[in-house]
């Protein structure tokens, strides 16, 4: 559950929970404590092991926690376990998942509680959403019924350099960006510049794009959780 996802070191949206979550056989599962939730839902598969701890498998700790957890925490969780496939992180155990995998892993365990939600969850993941942020943006644009953006497109810009953009509605010719404060301050997206760089340099690349033709919009993580203010912010930039 949520322990395990802390140990696969997989996005939270939300604080994170204080007791810690293990899975036991139902013939020694023994009672939760106010430090500790034991679950016995269903059959473990064998564990893997990150830090000398024992922890479910990445597919399992998915399920687990769509199971429990609200649809936009599910869905972040999700698309990350799904990105790590092609884009491992270093000291981690290696994984291969895809959406598939997920749905058998929750009809193997049979959950009592949760099943219909964590398949919902599921179905809706994506593993080309990069960050939570986009997790969630996506989460709000399905409640606001916008229409379904294209991720992690390439589009020219004006001077014919190729950019990677989050959210592509190509019908509208319209670019969307989350703009989140990891940005400008994680060092592997920052490579060695410092945060005013980061920030000219995104200035320069929305510059090219816009002057290519595109249009062009950002939102950070309030509009981001916020159904209502992505659709008037998307509606603003063209959408409809």
Known sequence: HHSAAALWRLPWVGDWPQ???VLVGPANGGRSTPGVLRHTTGDSTEPEYIDGLAVTSLARTVVDVACVATFGQSVS???????????PLPDMPPTSITREDLLVELERISPAHG??????AIEFSDGLADRP???????SMLRAR???PELQVELPGASGRIWTVDFWWPGFNLIGEFDGQWKYTDPAF?????AQQVLLDEKDREDDLRAAGHAFTRWGW???????????RLHGAGLR
């Open 222 to 232: 309030k509009v981001a959780i916020s159904p209502a203010r992505l659709s008037d």
């Open 19 to 21: 007791r810690v979550h």
């Open 133 to 139: 942020g986009e997790s969630m943006s996506r989460v």
């Open 190 to 194: 920052m490579a060695g510049r410092t």
């Open 146 to 148: 916008l229409p379904t």
């Open 115 to 120: 099943p219909i939600k964590a398949r919902t």
């Open 77 to 87: 969780v999700a698309d990350a376990a799904l990105r790590r496939t092609a884009h």
